[in-house]
């Protein structure tokens, strides 16, 4: 029992008053006489015994009354735990993923959570409410009713981690307060698993929300196949983290047309191919009917008529090689040799190869260090007759040298799979033994070597990376070296000139660094917007001289199929889509968590609080009390003879 004005208690030292009065025989006695002794021997000692028992009944009833009027006063009250005076916080932090799209007993798991928050927690209660984008910080369900029952999900979940540290911020720094912080959530399984430290300052109570089934077909990916000049295939990824389904019926449009349609079995992972012309461009929108998530229900993607990428090569030497891998369906590839360069073409480019040059002069030094500052990529053959300080004056901007050419046999054998240029359709595996290529002569490099790509038997660099710039350190015209004959030249070469405009691709996922370029050249007070009829934006962009490099993050935030505009004027479509990341419902189990109490349903955890926090005052049964033993006392005064 505890009570809420204590220092009243202090009072109960008044009922000493009584006790000395009932002690201590205060009133004088009357003198009478007597004829008759033995009479009054009789009645002395009659009312003498009757009078010591009135006596104490009427103490102890006093003594009673007073106790419970000062204990009524003191409000005294009873509760599970100790809270008195302690500020009461609490916080619910609110999962609003896709997983929980997924429907329980009652509906949708979101929107059941919603309706018991706000039916259980009292309206006028001080509380903060978090989900993964949204704050609501020391407010009512009164004030937040609306917007919780019009809560969207969110394509950018935070991890466990940071869900448990964004809601623990919205505590005070009152340490004295009484810390309540409710997770809400399905608990889905992540790549960082749900767990949590112990602070003795707070009590974590996690609600574990369970679907009725975990049934979900997902449209995870796609990707071109096959590409030939008439037709294009289509390759659809469809995964399934619940009962095998038949005949799946599938759906491809391209601008709201319906345009191809076929059916699938599935029981864990499954494949369908779609041609469509290879000429067209599309807007294309493959969907599904599936009654458990919705949001990966469409897959969104573009095909837009590419762009195709400028590649100089000023050269003294023969680059046929070069032609047959720069061919005119994907490239505009022109050859000058390095006396006869107009220097304006420069900047029109987006690649740049110094085919075995002799000498670079220092006007093509500047011009070829403000063209790779404008992002354009620069790849550097350099040749056994090489002016080795013309190079250097070009390698200074990079941080890198080249040493003395050295005559000796080396085999290339270190390939750097996670390398830009290798790390995508390159390889379908990693290769431990081919055909080793040689050269017979290279320059040891000096300073910064950059990133590796390919890499000599002693681990020295072959070709090495600068940020866009590309540096072969041996030269591969000579005949003494057979790279020109490798099957790697065509890819490396290919994938070099590919990064100097990266062209969007069929589609990107929200909440990913996404990176692309726009093959235009702007005024310096234009913008690049993205858009479509629910949302638009200004993505982070950089300009160069003849593209423009756009960044994309978390925004958008609904997945479609976008217009990239300049001034409202269309340049190409672009689309995206919600990670798949909550299709598959695999969820984690919380037993193992210590220091945590676990409920499976809203209301259960809330009438476990309630009652833990519940004060039960005992004011009032003082109050009666009292009342009751002034009755007694009143009774034994006019009745007890």
């Known amino acids: 029992m505890q009570f809420k004005h204590p220092e009243l208690l202090y009072t109960l030292f008044l009922l000493l008053i009584p006790i000395i009065i009932h002690l201590f025989q205060l009133r004088r006695f009357k003198k009478e006489a007597f004829t008759n002794v033995a009479i009054l021997k009789t009645v002395s000692q009659q009312t003498r015994k009757s009078s010591q028992i009135k006596k104490w009944l009427t103490l102890l009833t006093r003594l009673l009354l007073l106790g419970c009027i000062i204990l009524a006063f003191a409000q005294p009250f009873t509760t599970k735990k100790n809270i008195q005076d302690a500020p009461q916080e609490t916080v619910v932090f609110l999962d609003n993923s896709f997983s929980l799209q997924q429907k329980g007993a009652q509906g949708e798991l979101l929107k059941r959570a919603v309706q018991d928050l706000i039916s259980e927690i009292d309206f006028e209660k001080n509380i903060s409410i978090v989900t993964h984008d949204a704050v609501f910080k020391n407010t009512t369900i009164k004030a937040i009713k609306n917007e919780l029952l019009q809560l969207p999900y969110t394509s950018n979940p935070l991890s466990y981690n940071a869900a448990v540290l964004k809601s623990r911020s919205l505590f005070n720094s009152n340490s004295d307060a009484h810390k ?14 749900f767990s949590i430290e112990k602070d003795s300052l707070i009590q974590v109570n996690l609600v574990k929300l369970k679907p009725a089934n975990t049934n979900n077909i997902a449209l995870d990916s796609v990707y071109i196949s096959k590409v030939n000049p008439t037709q294009t295939e289509l390759t659809l990824t469809l995964k399934n983290s619940g009962q095998a389904v038949d005949n ?18 599935i029981t864990d992972k499954a494949e369908v191919l779609f041609t469509i012309p290879s000429q067209d461009i599309i807007n294309g929108t493959f969907s599904i009917e599936d009654a458990a998530l919705q949001f990966d229900n469409t897959l969104y993607f573009n095909i837009n008529t590419p762009s195709k990428i400028n590649v100089l090569s000023i050269s003294d030497n023969d680059d ?15 050859s000058v040799s390095a006396n006869q360069l107009d220097y304006n073409i420069i900047e029109n480019q987006n690649t740049i190869v110094l085919n075995a040059l002799k000498d670079i002069p220092i006007t093509l030094i500047h011009t070829l260090k403000s063209f790779t500052d404008q992002g354009g990529t620069l790849i550097i053959i350099p040749s056994e007759e090489s002016n080795i300080n013309a190079y250097n004056s070009l390698l200074l901007n990079y941080n890198s040298k080249l040493g003395q050419l050295v005559q000796s046999d080396k085999r290339i054998t270190m390939i750097n799979y996670s390398h830009p240029i290798y790390q995508d359709d390159v390889f379908e595996k990693q290769v431990q033994n081919f055909q080793y290529p040689k050269v ?3 320059f040891n490099l000096t300073g910064n070597s950059g990133s590796s790509a390919l890499s000599f038997e002693d681990g020295k660099s072959f070709l090495s990376q600068f940020s866009n710039v590309f540096l072969f350190s041996s030269p591969i015209n000579s005949e003494g070296s057979n790279f020109k004959s490798w099957a790697l030249i065509v890819p490396t070469f290919y994938k070099m000139a590919v990064q100097s405009l990266q062209h969007p691709k069929l589609y990107y996922t929200i909440g990913t660094q996404n990176t692309f370029d726009i093959d235009i050249s702007l005024n310096q007070d234009d913008i690049i917007s993205i858009k479509n009829e629910q949302e638009q934006f200004i993505p982070q962009q950089q300009y160069f001289n003849n593209k423009v490099s756009v960044i994309t993050t978390d925004r958008p935030e609904t997945s479609g199929i976008f217009s990239i505009e300049n001034k409202l004027k269309p340049i190409k479509n672009i689309s995206y889509n919600y990670n798949r990341s909550e299709s598959d419902l695999m969820y ?10 676990i409920s499976d349903s809203i209301p259960s955890l809330f009438d476990t609080l309630k009652s833990n926090t519940k004060i039960n ?25």
């Open 440 to 442: 017979n002569q290279h």
């Open 248 to 265: 799946l019926s599938i759906a491809l449009h391209n601008n709201n047309k319906l345009i191809a349609k076929s059916a699938v079995s």
């Open 320 to 334: 046929t090689f070069l032609r047959k891998i720069y061919t005119e369906d994907e490239f505009i590839f022109t």
């Open 588 to 597: 984690q189990d919380l037993s193992p968590l210590k220091n945590v109490t």
């Open 180 to 193: 309540q912080l409710v997770f809400i959530s399905d608990f889905q399984e992540q790549e960082t698993p």
């Open 617 to 641: 005052e005992l004011w009032k049964w003082f109050t009666i009390f009292a009342l009751a033993f002034l009755i007694i006392e009143m009774l034994i005064l006019k009745f007890f003879k």
